[in-house]
């Protein structure tokens, strides 16, 4: 007896057409979904990382305090920027703490009368036993021409002072772009940052987010500039000027 095969009927023909289309259109909605989740997760990950790393930045920042005593080193270095970084490093070499102080980033238009002033200092100390440093245009720069004005000095231990906030960055930067063999870190505290304890204040919290921001920066820019050349200075110095 021959068997005569079942074919679908035009009906059933149409009902697993609309099934196959139901479960294609479907599927970009599920796509999509997953997207999203995998986006969320991202940005929560991503977020807890970033939250985790700032209250990490913040505490050590808040552990860094001015010493009241160090060790007597061949040079100092201060960091441009604020006028109670040069005080503090003007009175270590007031102190006898170095022989000589490097002032790196120093603004085209400042010169010895006007750093003389704004610190209090006789002019003939400046004339003696203070460089300054105009090349410098960001933090790498004051590493780099640190690095050579230790170099040409014959230096091997320098204090090295900023501020507290800025300490954690510069001291990255020096390890890669400062061969000095010895360096002191003198952070110069700054008492607005804080309100109780170690929390910050409001000025404070701002001036934290900015430097880990530029923290961050910061440390992806030298992964990325592992084998660059040097580019942070403006010229390649053999001295260190000294306008009046």
Partial sequence: MTMTPAFPSSAERAR???????????????????AILALVLALVVGGGYLFGGF????????G?????????????????????RLDQ???????????????????????????????????????????????????????????????????????????????????MTFDRFAHVPVIRPYPVARADLWSEGAVPSGFGMKVLL???????????RLFVMRDAPETSVTAHVEAWGKPS
């Fill in 16 to 34: 697993d057409g609309r099934t196959v289309e139901m479960r294609e259109a479907g599927r970009p909605h599920r796509r999509g979904r997953r």
């Fill in 55 to 62: 209250l990490r930045f913040t505490q050590e920042v808040a």
């Fill in 64 to 84: 860094l305090t001015t010493p009241s005593r160090i060790e007597r080193a061949d040079g100092i270095v201060v960091l441009t920027g604020g006028a109670l």
């Fill in 89 to 171: 490093a003007i009175g270590l070499l007031k102190e006898g703490r170095a022989e000589r102080l490097l002032i790196s980033g120093v603004g085209p238009d400042t010169g010895i009368e006007a750093l003389s002033r704004l610190t209090g200092t006789d002019r003939a100390l400046f004339d003696c036993c203070v460089d300054l440093d105009y090349a410098a245009l960001n933090t790498i720069g004051n590493a780099e021409m640190t690095d050579r004005w230790a170099q040409q000095r014959g230096f091997d231990e320098l204090i090295l002072v900023t501020s507290d906030y800025h300490m954690p960055r510069t001291l």
């Fill in 210 to 220: 900015t430097e880990y921001a530029k923290f961050l920066a910061a440390r992806v």
